[in-house]
């Protein structure tokens, strides 16, 4: 069983930043990525980043490319996400979560076995 647990979200203002954490325990060695999702009220879950473990290739979505970068730190199992210039859209609950096997390069949230509690990002205009 492997276990997530999210921290660094709030409440900014427009043009602002927030760095997320999220930090894996249990059973950690099998895990090939690692993701961050959101859910705006209303809306389906949507990825927006994710990292394979083995090697530290990170994608993020074109709506957040230039202002969010993910990064992790292995020693630590743990993931970041430094989101800059926040906008009134970014505002959602933002969730990690964790999964080995294939398909490995993806970012269906069906793909992912374990999820954090979510942490809320508010940002205001």
């Known amino acids: 069983q492997v276990h997530l647990l999210e921290s660094g979200g709030g409440s900014v203002q427009a043009g602002g930043s927030l760095r997320l954490s999220c930090s894996a325990s249990?059973?950690?060695?099998?895990?090939?990525?690692m993701a961050w999702f959101r859910q705006a009220p209303g809306k389906e879950r949507e990825g927006v980043a994710r990292i394979l473990t083995f090697s530290g290739h990170a994608y993020v979505i074109d709506s957040v490319k230039g202002r969010f970068i993910l990064s992790q730190d292995n020693a630590k199992n743990t993931i970041y996400l430094q989101m800059g210039n926040l906008k009134p859209e970014d505002s959602a609950m933002y969730y990690c979560?964790?999964?080995?096997?294939?398909?490995?390069?993806?970012?269906?949230?069906?793909?992912?076995?374990?999820w954090g509690q979510g942490t809320q990002v508010t940002v205001s205009s």
């Open positions: 249990g059973d950690t060695s099998d895990l090939d990525r």
């Open positions: 979560a964790a999964a080995h096997g294939l398909p490995i390069r993806t970012l269906d949230s069906k793909s992912y076995s374990y």
